[in-house]
């Protein structure tokens, strides 16, 4: 078993949670990440097929990122019937601070916090 893997895997979700930002779970992650990591232009049907699940579940997660603001819904000017998935500044910032849980930075409070201060 790769212990330093789950180990440095498992202090990252504890900073993460402690951190007080957005709980998401691991299908709105993924959701997110694929969005901001690979080449676009994203659909809910082209999302579903990458993540392997139904229009409905992906809907349901993009709901959630919405309301954080992390992602948007832009409806294609060319064929009114698709919409796209797109990025936003609050999405690229919330992935930003979570890089930096994944590199072990020693974050005392989470990003909103300190943008208020």
Do not use: C
């Not at 993460?16 to 809910?44: C, F, I, K, W």
């Not at 919409?83 to 072990?104: P, S």
């Amino acid at each position: 078993m790769p212990d330093q893997s789950l180990s440095s895997w498992k202090n990252t979700l504890i900073d993460y949670v402690r951190s007080g930002e957005p709980d998401l779970t691991n299908r709105q992650m993924a959701l997110l990440m694929l969005v901001y990591l690979d080449p676009g232009p994203h659909t809910v049907r082209g999302l579903a097929r990458a993540l392997n699940v139904s229009k409905p579940v992906v809907t349901r997660a993009l709901n959630r990122l919405g309301t954080l603001g992390y992602l948007r819904r832009q409806r294609d000017d060319t064929d009114k019937r698709n919409i796209f998935v797109a990025r936003t500044a609050e999405g690229a910032d919330f992935l930003a601070e979570f890089g930096h849980f994944l590199a072990g930075d020693n974050i005392s409070q989470p990003a909103a916090r300190r943008a208020n201060a």
